[in-house]
């Protein structure tokens, strides 16, 4: 079985018929194969050997010729042999059975196994021939693709491929959690079901770039997800290649940069903050002066006409405002703390002296004003910061019904988690404020007044009401016919300093 080309060639059948042509052709093709073929007997010994077999396992013919087979098995896998033997006997074939076999170095080595009887000219099985294929670079690679695999399913980023007209064919866990579609869901979807309607036209710009086989870095964006909810993520898109470097698709790796863009917001904001604070102080130390000098003239303009006249109280009520003014100056938009200690009042006499500062502009206006106020015990706070909150609440309703419309404003006693507290509800009949909106409200320089507004009246009145324990609380709608904004004050009796109080910072 291990004749050399030239040996066969003086080969004859039992006819005396040469063989030399078909035998010869036959050794060339076992010679040249890039397999192992091994050929034994029905007890195990190796009859022939091939170059490839000596390639893959190291030994040269004569050092396998004549020894048994178990000599490429490992001894924990002898018994495989046994059964190859009994299925070879009963005249089977074995089909690709991948299992394990040793070299010469005693190194293992993975291949893949077909093994065929052979018969004599009676076609008694005589013995097997065995073609052994090395599957080791193909397990390698294997096991790197289930290394891969296994690393984009435990990304804690989404991970996404798709088709370079833009329909997914790969979703991992992440992508799940991030965007809430399950992989049966999303998968042969469009990749535009994650993008808001108005940046479509960012898809198209990503398919040209990867078509041309260009990478895309770290772009920040948005996305939004199953609920609906819209989502700040970082986005590197790469091209995937076909064996001969043909772009054919795309992976995406999607990052959630919601918390890490908060943060930034908030240093913005604190930065921005901080440079309002250094302002407002100047203004404070420009304008008390002059504030001063106008409330000597009013006390004195005061003091020369009669005490019961109009203009006496006229006056008396413009030297509160200005004394208002000039402690709202020194509390600076809400930076300086008042250090003055709380004080008993009836809140409702606090809304009263506010509604008659703004009396002429209601008036102008066409604004009613309808007030409901069943606070009969006074509460403890500090009345100038009150004045404060109360007037910047009012003035925005003022500001929010340029036609005309009704105030509405109440208070009452109510019981909230076991504790008692004054209820202040004010409504009007304005304009309204966007739903997407409302959740920004409270936050400092944010307006939907366009340029006749600051943004800071809301922040201030929250930051003072919450310094207090208490809690307030902003609903709108625009709907034509009932639009209109109502804040909700609830101010406990007992006084409650909450903790990290944004002024403490300052």
Not at 194 to 222: C, F, M, N, S, V
Request: hydrophobic share 35%; glycine share 6%.
């Amino acid at each position: 079985m291990n004749r050399k080309p030239d040996e066969l060639l003086r080969t004859s059948d039992a006819s005396g018929n040469s063989l030399k042509h078909s035998e010869f052709l036959l050794a060339s093709i076992v010679e040249s194969s890039d397999d192992a073929i091994i050929s034994k007997d029905l007890n195990g010994t190796i009859t022939s050997w091939n170059k490839a077999a000596g390639r893959m396992f190291g030994y040269r013919p004569d050092e396998t010729i004549g020894r048994s087979i178990l000599l490429l098995i490992p001894a924990h896998l002898h018994a495989e042999e046994a059964e190859i033997l009994r299925k070879v006997r009963a005249g089977e074939r074995i089909e690709r059975y991948e299992t394990v076999r040793v070299t010469k170095a005693g190194q293992p080595l993975e291949v893949s196994l077909s093994i065929s009887p052979i018969r004599d000219g009676s076609g008694r099985i005589i013995g097997s021939a065995k073609i052994a294929h090395d599957i080791s670079g193909r397990k390698r690679d294997q096991q790197a693709l289930s290394l891969l695999a296994s690393i984009v399913e435990s990304s804690d980023d989404a991970i996404v491929s798709k088709t370079l007209d833009g329909v997914i064919n790969s979703w991992n866990a992440a992508a799940q959690h991030l965007f809430g579609y399950t992989e049966e869901e999303i998968v042969g979807q469009s990749i535009l079901k994650l993008i808001p309607t108005e940046l479509y036209h960012e898809e198209d710009e990503i398919l040209r770039k990867l078509r041309a086989g260009q990478r895309i870095d770290h772009y920040e964006t948005t996305r939004i997800t199953k609920s609906g909810e819209r989502i700040e993520v970082s986005v590197t898109i790469s091209p995937i290649r076909d064996d001969a470097g043909r772009p054919i698709g795309a992976s995406k790796i999607v990052r959630d940069i919601r918390v890490r863009k908060q943060m930034e917001r908030s240093l913005i904001q604190a930065e921005k903050l901080a440079a309002t604070g250094r302002m407002a102080a100047t203004i404070a130390h420009e304008i008390n002066n002059p504030l001063e000098s106008v409330m000597n003239l009013v006390f004195l303009a005061r003091k020369s006409v009669p005490s019961d006249s109009k203009v006496c109280a006229y006056l008396e009520t413009a030297e509160k405002e200005i004394e208002r003014v000039s402690h709202i100056a020194r509390q600076t938009l809400g930076y300086y703390r008042d250090a003055g200690p709380p004080v008993e009042v009836l809140l409702h006499e606090l809304i009263e002296d506010v509604l008659t500062v703004y009396q002429s502009k209601l008036r102008a206006r066409g604004i009613s004003v309808e007030c409901q106020f069943e606070d009969r015990r006074k509460i403890a706070v500090s009345k100038g910061e009150f004045l404060q909150v109360f007037s910047n609440i009012i003035a925005n309703s003022i500001d929010a019904m340029p036609r005309g419309g009704l105030l509405r404003i109440q208070i009452a006693e109510a019981t909230k988690c076991d504790e008692v507290v004054l209820d202040v509800v004010v409504q009007d009949q304005g304009t309204g404020i966007e739903q997407e909106l409302l959740a920004r409200v409270f936050e400092p320089f944010f307006t939907t007044k366009g340029s006749t507004g600051t943004g800071i009246g809301l922040w201030v009145a929250k930051q003072l009401v919450e310094k207090r324990g208490g809690q307030i609380i902003l609903t709108s709608s625009t709907r034509p016919g009932n639009s209109g904004t109502s804040i909700n004050l609830s101010i406990p009796f007992a006084k409650v300093e909450r903790r990290n109080d944004p002024e403490d910072k300052k």
